[in-house]
């Protein structure tokens, strides 16, 4: 992380940079720590909604560990798929049963990228050229392709039609990989199920998920207005964040880290004051990502190293 952003900031100062930043108002920081603190404070509140509709129950002390034991392991695989397997463990350290806790982290994932998904359409039709090379066009026919598929698996899963399809795939599959297949096959049903049988207290948590990227996203406008841009497409600058976090759900390297930053500077270069982009790009990643790292690397060493089996030692001869 500090090798990616010192490469990034060397490679983005200019001529302009110390002159643009001598312009910096400190209270941008403060309203942009207000926003990430907003979109964790949606976060853990999700989390104690749909807790509640698979009647357990968590504390809200054990949502703010969920929440930033998630962004610890995330920061550290691709694709953030730790995150995961953090919200797993500390669900079960809060009592909730393992299968359930499996459901309540996939249903938390599917949201997110449904709400996502929804919004890509709206950038799109206003931001045209966004991703350089590629055509407005290929990008909407691959959103609306993907939300097609979400909803035919939801409604086939829903319905059982997937179970021959599943079966059939796995046919000549190890056993092994064939049990591990059929278990996510299970739980996904299972999140679907609990998204089906509280459609209106689903409606909450799922407006939750969108206040709670919408604020985190927030953080970069906040910086903007510090640095005097007051005169931005704001509609524009939101839309592109979403975008970019979405390609980050598949990026192949720790946390996104290097993809962020360098679709940041690719983004935001001719919105941001000249020489600032990369200093913008590693405060933004500084606030959303890596001061939550740390609170989550404080949390899982004080509540589940513990607990974690350690191997006897050899005896000495």
């Known amino acids: 992380m500090l090798g990616i952003s010192g490469i990034v900031i060397y490679t983005t100062v200019d001529i302009n940079t110390l002159h643009n ?123 609306l392709t993907a939300f097609v598929v979400i909803i035919g698996i939801v409604f086939g899963a829903r319905r059982g039609y997937l179970d021959y399809v599943v079966v059939r795939v796995t046919k000549h599959m190890k056993n092994e990989r064939r049990r591990k297949i059929f278990a996510f096959y299970r739980d996904t049903k299972c999140a679907i199920s609990l998204l089906a049988q509280s459609p209106k207290q689903m409606l909450v948590v799922f407006a939750e998920s969108g206040l709670n990227l919408l604020c985190i996203y927030a953080i970069v406008p906040c910086l903007l207005l510090g640095l005097g841009v007051m005169d931005a497409d704001w509609y524009t600058v939101m839309g592109r964040m979403i975008f970019l976090n979405m390609l980050l759900y598949f990026t192949p390297t720790p946390g996104g880290s290097g993809i962020a930053e360098g679709g940041f500077v690719l983004l935001f270069s001719g919105t941001v004051p000249a020489g600032t982009v990369g200093i913008m790009a590693v405060c933004w990643r500084l606030i959303a990502e890596y001061i939550p790292f740390l609170i989550g690397l404080y949390y899982t060493l004080t509540c589940l190293w513990p607990r974690l089996p350690v191997a006897p030692a050899r005896q000495m001869r």
């Open 21 to 143: 930043l001598d312009q910096f108002q400190p209270w941008s920081i403060a309203l942009a720590v207000l926003a990430v603190s907003l979109g964790l404070f949606f976060d853990g509140s999700r989390l104690m909604h749909m807790v509640k509709i698979s009647n357990e129950k968590i504390t809200l002390y054990q949502a703010v560990q969920v929440v930033f034991g998630n962004y610890f392991l995330a920061l550290l695989t691709p694709g953030a798929t730790g995150g995961a397997v953090a919200q797993l463990m500390f669900l079960r350290h809060a009592g909730v049963p393992t299968g359930k806790a499996t459901v309540l982290v996939i249903v938390r994932t599917l949201l997110s990228i449904l709400f996502l998904v929804l919004c890509m359409p709206f950038i799109f039709l206003h931001d045209a050229g966004i991703l350089p090379g590629v055509s407005n066009q290929t990008l909407m026919a691959i959103t």
